[in-house]
């Protein structure tokens, strides 16, 4: 079965940066429509962008629009979600999930059928 697996998680200061990571094991993802999604203990799993492989184009939340950009890499079969401008709000597990291909972007998270395990962010100085 195909695996997703973030990295990059850490504690950073408000306005400082991170960049996530989030490798397939299976060469078929690296052509699926990917993901980025967070979560707070006792919230619904939010939103944050996602990239369509086949078409570069990107989507993301309005809370991460402007700071936040998802980015891929066809030969480490990853992408990325490079995050600036941090802020204490942001502070949640980070999930990378996938899609069928032949789907567009999404923002629901029943549209997805992979998910990693996630990997913790903390902004706080």
């Known amino acids: 079965q195909a695996q997703l697996v973030e990295s990059g998680g850490g504690l950073v200061r408000p306005g400082g940066s991170l960049r996530l990571s989030c490798a397939a094991s299976?060469?078929?993802?690296?052509?699926?429509?990917m993901g980025w999604f967070r979560q707070v203990p006792g919230n619904t799993r939010e939103f944050v962008g996602a990239i369509r492989w086949s078409t570069d184009s990107t989507l993301y939340a309005d809370s991460v629009k402007g700071r936040f950009t998802i980015s891929r890499d066809n030969d480490e079969n990853a992408v990325y979600l490079q995050m600036n401008g941090l802020k204490p709000e942001d502070t949640a597990v980070y999930y990378c999930?996938?899609?069928?291909?032949?789907?567009?972007?999404?923002?629901?998270?029943?549209?997805?059928?992979?998910w990693g395990r996630g990997t913790q962010v903390t902004v706080s100085s």
């Open positions: 299976d060469r078929s993802l690296g052509s699926s429509t």
């Open positions: 999930a996938a899609r069928p291909p032949e789907y567009g972007l999404a923002t629901r998270e029943r549209d997805y059928d992979y």
